[in-house]
């Protein structure tokens, strides 16, 4: 998989993730015009997003209601929290599935075992 950045003026940078582009900026404190989500953010987000997909595979695979399900995600300095919130008619003893399937994240799992970085650079040939 290829992911290209770009940098379209101010303090953005764009991601190109397959056909879609992928907006970041800083918030105003950090220079930038608080146009998108910062990288961290959007990063962050991933992993709600992630453990949110997981969830809905959950309940869809069981005819689950997915309606009033929600995620709060809350980041402190040493840990992130991610909090599934079922509406009272959620059936109980689905509960801890509901957990471990969030537990599956590509995202969460790819923080837990991190791949190895290799950052380079070189000048590109004009055509």
């Not at 957990?99 to 790819?110: F, Q």
């Given at each position: 998989?290829?992911?290209?950045?770009?940098?379209p003026g101010g303090s953005r940078?764009?991601?190109?993730?397959?056909?879609?582009?992928?907006?970041?900026?800083?918030?105003?404190?950090?220079?930038?015009?608080?146009?998108?989500?910062?990288?961290?953010e959007l990063f962050l987000a991933?992993?709600?997003?992630?453990?949110?997909?997981?969830?809905?595979?959950?309940?869809?695979?069981?005819?689950?209601?997915?309606?009033?399900?929600?995620?709060?995600?809350?980041?402190?300095?040493?840990?992130?929290?991610?909090?599934?919130?079922?509406?009272?008619?959620?059936?109980?003893?689905?509960?801890?599935?509901?957990?471990?399937?969030?537990?599956?994240?590509?995202?969460?799992?790819?923080?837990?075992?991190?791949?190895?970085?290799?950052?380079?650079?070189?000048?590109?040939?004009?055509?």
């Amino acid at each position: 998989m290829e992911i290209l950045i770009d940098f379209p003026g101010g303090s953005r940078v764009n991601a190109q993730v397959r056909d879609h582009i992928v907006q970041t900026d800083q918030p105003k404190s950090g220079g930038g015009d608080d146009s998108a989500p910062s990288p961290f953010e959007l990063f962050l987000a991933s992993l709600g997003t992630c453990a949110g997909i997981y969830v809905l595979g959950f309940c869809r695979q069981r005819n689950l209601p997915t309606e009033g399900i929600r995620i709060a995600q809350r980041v402190h300095a040493d840990k992130i929290e991610l909090e599934i919130q079922v509406p009272p008619v959620f059936p109980k003893q689905y509960l801890g599935a509901l957990i471990r399937s969030a537990e599956l994240c590509k995202v969460k799992k790819t923080l837990e075992n991190p791949p190895q970085f290799e950052v380079t650079a070189r000048e590109l040939v004009s055509a």
